[in-house]
């Protein structure tokens, strides 16, 4: 018998469907609500809304499991490289070695960017910020690319060729705001050496791609690639839900992802830490703040909406970290004051009663700015590895029989009716 979920309004009991998922998640289907009751629910920011059914990602946040199509995150981080990730994520399996092989010659094939791209960098003001140029240049594709994506192999391509493209982009735009040659991306490197390559060669300086910091650009984007309906997920499949084009869905989800309660933690940690160091490391003094009702700082890097223990991710990255720091032989204050940040927030009774661990942004700065990245360009690599989720989001929900346009409803509080004044009697 299918399981029912009873609710009494004004003394008249309806029954809601149950719908349960695969790990035994429980959710009321209150689809038919407002047209049976004439009520409908109220859920600011959406913690208790399932917006779609997905099978790509499932995240336990009581006991901070993620996985990706089934498989735990530690074994990707441990086997996987980032393209077979991303082909995990956007085809439900793990490809062949022929897949592989042939995913890796459109990525290659797909890699340049038109030239003319490249007057638009130029015309930004110079102070841009790179989401802002990054956003702006995704949507831009679609002018390059206007092509509708109407069989299975012109969507493959679409997908592929964003996959690619905005990791040249995010290059591009790195080099162009350092006022330096544009570096193309080279047929005989793999995804991730390219995009080093493309950031770091110059003229003067050849770049030879280092293998563990290959390694480590890998598991960074491994870690990124998915995390069910975030918030710049959920963006994506909003704007995507109007049927717009997927360049402008992911166009939408980078512009989401910039705010620094989301991907934009990840250079705000960075910029806390600097701010700890200048006022002379009081780490107590942060965590005081932090509790502070009156005060609006939050330590960035800390908590999440669904993870309520150690964020998965982040053990791996506080791993990757140490690793990280200790091949390129860099010792970073930054770290030592991250780590005896984490030591005194995680004993302290409010961090534990909101129970408010380090996420993934937490050490992920470090990592980058190890690895040479500038501040300012990490939540452009977020970006980048989140592009795998956003598409196959993207396409899951384009697939799903149960799409509807995305419309929230509201509750009015503003002004009761009134009539409109003449402008002299105002
Ligand atoms: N520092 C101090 N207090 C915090 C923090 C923090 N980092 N995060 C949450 N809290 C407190 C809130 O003040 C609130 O306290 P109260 O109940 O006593 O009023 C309580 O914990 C719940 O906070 P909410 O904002 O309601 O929690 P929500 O689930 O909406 O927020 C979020 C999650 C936005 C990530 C929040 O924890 C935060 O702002 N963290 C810092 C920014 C950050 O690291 N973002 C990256 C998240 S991971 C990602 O997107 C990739």
Same mark, same amino acid.
């Given at each position: 018998?299918?399981? !029912? ?7 008249? !009991? ?5 719908? !349960?998922? #695969? ?23 959406? %913690?208790?809304?399932?917006? @779609? ?11 901070? *499991? ?5 498989? $735990? ?7 996987? !490289? ?30 340049? /960017? ?31 690319? $206007? ?15 964003? #996959? ?77 839900? %109007? ?6 869905? /992911? ?24 701010? *700890? ?40 990255? &506080?791993?990757? @970290? ?11 204050? #930054? ?5 005896? #940040? ?9 961090? *534990? ?11 992920? %700065? ?17 970006? *980048? ?9 993207? &396409? ?18 503003? &002004?009761? &009716? ?9």
């Amino acid at each position: 018998m299918t399981e !029912t979920a009873k609710l009494i309004i004004d003394g008249k !009991t309806y029954e809601l469907p149950v719908i !349960t998922g #695969l790990e035994n998640e429980k959710a009321i289907d209150i689809r038919k609500l407002r047209a049976e009751t004439g009520y409908i629910t109220y859920d600011p920011g959406f %913690g208790n809304t399932g917006s @779609c059914q997905s099978a790509i990602t499932f995240m336990d946040g009581e006991n901070g *499991i993620l996985r990706y199509r089934g498989i $735990p995150i530690e074994q990707l981080a441990e086997h996987s !490289t980032f393209v077979e990730t991303a082909y995990l994520l956007i085809h439900g399996s793990l490809p062949t070695r022929e897949e592989l092989t042939n995913i890796r010659v459109v990525l290659n094939d797909q890699s340049m /960017v038109h030239e003319d791209m490249q007057e638009f960098f130029t015309n930004f003001p110079s102070r841009s910020h790179p989401m802002n140029i990054l956003s702006a240049m995704v949507n831009a594709l679609r002018s390059f690319y $206007p092509e509708l994506m109407t069989t299975e192999e012109l969507i493959e391509r679409t997908m592929l060729r964003l #996959l690619s493209k905005v990791r040249t982009l995010a290059a591009v735009s790195y080099k162009i705001s350092r006022g330096h040659k544009v570096v193309y991306p080279r047929p005989d490197y793999t995804y991730c050496q390219n995009f080093l390559n493309m950031m770091f060669d110059s003229p003067v300086n050849p770049y030879i791609p280092d293998d563990d910091l290959v390694n480590a650009l890998n598991l960074f984007w491994i870690l990124h690639a998915d995390h069910e309906q975030n918030c710049s997920t959920a963006a994506v499949r909003v704007v995507g839900s %109007g049927r717009v084009n997927i360049y402008a869905s /992911v166009s939408a989800g980078i512009a989401a992802l910039w705010g620094p309660l989301h991907g934009g933690a990840n250079q705000a940690v960075i910029v806390m830490l600097e701010e *700890i160091q200048k006022n002379g490391g009081d780490i107590n003094k942060a965590v005081a703040k932090a509790k502070d009702k009156n005060d609006p700082f939050r330590l960035m890097g800390f908590g999440h909406r669904v993870y309520k223990t150690y964020d998965p991710r982040a053990k791996i990255m &506080k791993e990757t @970290c140490d690793k990280v720091l200790a091949k390129l032989k860099i010792s970073d204050p #930054l770290l030592d004051s991250a780590r005896k #940040l984490e030591e005194v927030a995680l004993k302290d009774d409010y961090f *534990i009663d909101h129970n408010l661990y380090p996420n993934v942004d937490f050490y992920s %700065g470090i990592v980058l700015k190890a690895m040479g990245i500038p501040t300012n360009m990490f939540t452009v690599m977020f970006a *980048i590895g989140r592009l795998p989720g956003w598409i196959s989001q993207w &396409k899951e929900s384009m697939d799903d029989p149960h799409w509807r346009l995305s419309r929230p409803r509201q509750i009015y509080i503003g &002004k009761a &009716k009134g009539d409109y004044l003449p402008i002299d009697e105002r």
